[in-house]
């Protein structure tokens, strides 16, 4: 089955949902050959480029949503940061210092359902100055935001919103109840209307099961998602995902393998939890099928240092892009 899969991707087919589906049963050397077809079609559609961003938490806390994975809810007492929005000088400086690093991209990243009024001018601002001062691509992760937005933030410089779809829709119910799976999807259309590109992915681990998994590979194909991050849940104290396991290194590795032949063509961006989850198997999902990294620390946990992942590039043989 997994050598039919190859030949067929590569030459511009598609698996099905029910290969999709099969692909959870593999271990041993079926999920060795799985993760090495996986690198292929990597290898073929994307060379051996890497794409390195970077994000910084612009706005931390006192969201209103009821997510249960996320630290920043005000739901849940976890002991997160709370501060408002950071000024230009701070965020220029942490954009400078991520840039001279190697991260090709930056993103702010606020807290809560949407972006304020006034909040979003000084937004705009901000751009305008990451724009001028910086060579970064530009991209924003403010929550639901209307077309009229969008358009002012294209305006501004930036090039790429990035808004999750966090799971499929038929667990989305499971993890948050102050909005809708569609909610979501509306923004990311919003947002694409407006000309910018979407980068839209989740996090694995939050109780979903295989088919969630493979159903979330496929929504985001059929919305034609190029940049896809995948996050491997890191449970925090005080939310109800507190006492999940993390996935399991094989068990992530199978699915970043997935998600690269549902969506060849996407950069597979191994994001948030990559640490702790994958421990000494980070090199290896570079060798199966993921093709971007998000470099530096995360929202609020922390990342590695950026030049090991640098260095890690290096011994692959990799180039950022």
């Avoid at 949503?65 to 408002?84: L, V």
């Avoid at 948030?272 to 421990?279: C, P, Q, V």
């Amino acid at each position: 089955m997994i050598a039919e899969m190859i030949g067929k991707i590569l030459s511009g087919g598609e698996i099905t949902p029910a290969e999709a589906i099969a692909l959870g049963e593999l271990t041993g050397q079926d999920l060795s050959e799985l993760l090495w077809v996986a690198q292929q079609v990597s290898r073929h559609f994307h060379g051996n480029k890497v794409d390195l961003c970077s994000i910084i938490n612009a706005k931390s806390g006192h969201c209103s949503e009821d997510c249960t994975f996320c630290a920043q809810s005000s739901h849940y007492r976890t002991g997160a940061p709370i501060y408002p929005l950071l000024s230009v000088e701070e965020i220029l400086e942490r954009a400078k210092v991520m840039e001279s690093k190697g991260a090709r991209r930056f993103s702010l990243v606020t807290s809560g359902r949407g972006i304020p009024g006034e909040d979003f001018d000084k937004i705009i601002d901000i751009y305008q100055t990451l724009r001028e001062k910086t060579g970064l691509g530009l991209c924003a992760s403010l929550g639901i935001i209307d077309h009229k937005k969008a358009l002012r933030l294209r305006e501004a410089g930036v090039s790429m919103y990035h808004h999750n779809i966090e799971t499929s829709k038929s667990f989305y119910p499971e993890i948050c109840g102050t909005h809708s799976f569609e909610e979501r999807v509306e923004t990311i259309n919003s947002v694409r209307e407006a000309g910018l590109t979407v980068c839209s992915g989740g996090i694995i681990g939050l109780g979903e099961r295989w088919e969630h998994r493979v159903e979330m590979a496929f929504q985001l194909k059929e919305m034609g998602i190029s940049s896809v991050p995948l996050n491997l849940l890191t449970p925090i104290e005080g939310t109800p995902l507190r006492g999940r396991p993390m996935p399991a290194p094989l068990e992530a590795l199978k699915t970043t393998a997935l998600f690269r032949l549902v969506l060849p063509g996407a950069v597979l961006r191994l994001a948030g939890g990559r640490e702790s989850a994958l421990r000494d198997l980070q090199s290896v999902a570079l060798m199966s099928g993921v093709n971007g990294l998000m470099v530096g620390n995360y929202l609020t946990t922390g990342g590695r240092q950026v030049e090991d992942d640098l260095k890690m590039l290096e011994d692959l043989g990799l180039e950022v892009m």
